[in-house]
T-cell receptor, first 111, second 115 residues
Framework: KNEVEQSPQNLTAQEGEFITINCSYSVGISALHWLQQHPGGGIVSLFMLSSGKKKHGRLIATINIQEKHSSLHITASHPRDSAVYICAANNYGGSQGNLIFGKGTKLSVKP | GAGVSQSPSNKVTEKGKDVELRCDPISGHTALYWYRQRLGQGLEFLIYFQGNSAPDKSGLPSDRFSAERTGESVSTLTIQRTQQEDSAVYLC?????????????FGPGTRLTVL
């Protein structure tokens, strides 16, 4: 079993839909990251959080430390949101650089 | 430029040859990370540099892999006697300090193909 699990693996949505991507982890963490990988391969950091909720534009990330679960929400989805979304955890016992990655969720938003 | 840069963008090599990949982090970023992404798979941590501390090499898959960093600037990842399973995109990232508190900024990657 992977230490960081994401669901769903693939997600297709219509433009305008509200999207949720889930991340569960089995290790103690000090921080959790959400990354976006564009179809061309480039990776952008979306959020880094250790508690509560963060919002940036149409993107919202939440984390529940007790339940070891984080969600990434996209409101009013748009075709340009199509990408792979990756959850990554800083293992509490590991070095600050050693991230454990989920396998990613491939999102496709249709016009 | 203001971002993380990597070179070369693409590298094709023959099995058994050595390759060297370069990463230029964002100026002022003390932390630097190397990751690997094989085709159709997730990201894998390779190595992490933080300032003058000893690097975390726990992700390096074999002793054919090594990396160096000059102070808080350029880093090179060297793969000796390349094998076909080394084919992947090698990504470098940097951050102000360790990723426990700081977001990482990723470079465009180097696509390595071992024939």
């Amino acid at each position: 079993k992977n230490e960081v699990e994401q669901s769903p693996q693939n997600l297709t949505a219509q433009e305008g839909e509200f999207i949720t991507i889930n991340c569960s982890y089995s290790v103690g963490i000090s921080a959790l990251h959400w990354l976006q990988q564009h179809p061309g391969g480039g990776i952008v950091s979306l959020f880094m959080l250790s508690s509560g909720k963060k919002k940036h534009g149409r993107l919202i990330a939440t984390i529940n430390i007790q339940e070891k679960h984080s969600s990434l929400h996209i409101t009013a989805s748009h075709p340009r949101d199509s990408a792979v979304y990756i959850c990554a955890a800083n293992n509490y016992g590991g070095s600050q650089g050693n991230l454990i990655f989920g396998k990613g969720t491939k999102l496709s938003v249709k016009p | 430029g203001a971002g993380v840069s990597q070179s070369p963008s693409n590298k094709v090599t023959e099995k058994g040859k050595d390759v060297e990949l370069r990463c230029d982090p964002i100026s002022g970023h003390t932390a630097l990370y190397w990751y690997r992404q094989r085709l159709g798979q997730g990201l894998e941590f390779l190595i992490y540099f933080q300032g003058n501390s000893a690097p975390d090499k726990s992700g390096l898959p074999s002793d054919r892999f090594s990396a160096e960093r000059t102070g808080e600037s350029v880093s090179t990842l060297t793969i000796q006697r390349t094998q076909q399973e080394d084919s992947a995109v090698y990504l470098c990232a940097s951050s102000l300090a360790g990723s426990r508190y700081n977001e990482q900024f990723f470079g465009p990657g180097t696509r390595l193909t071992v024939l």
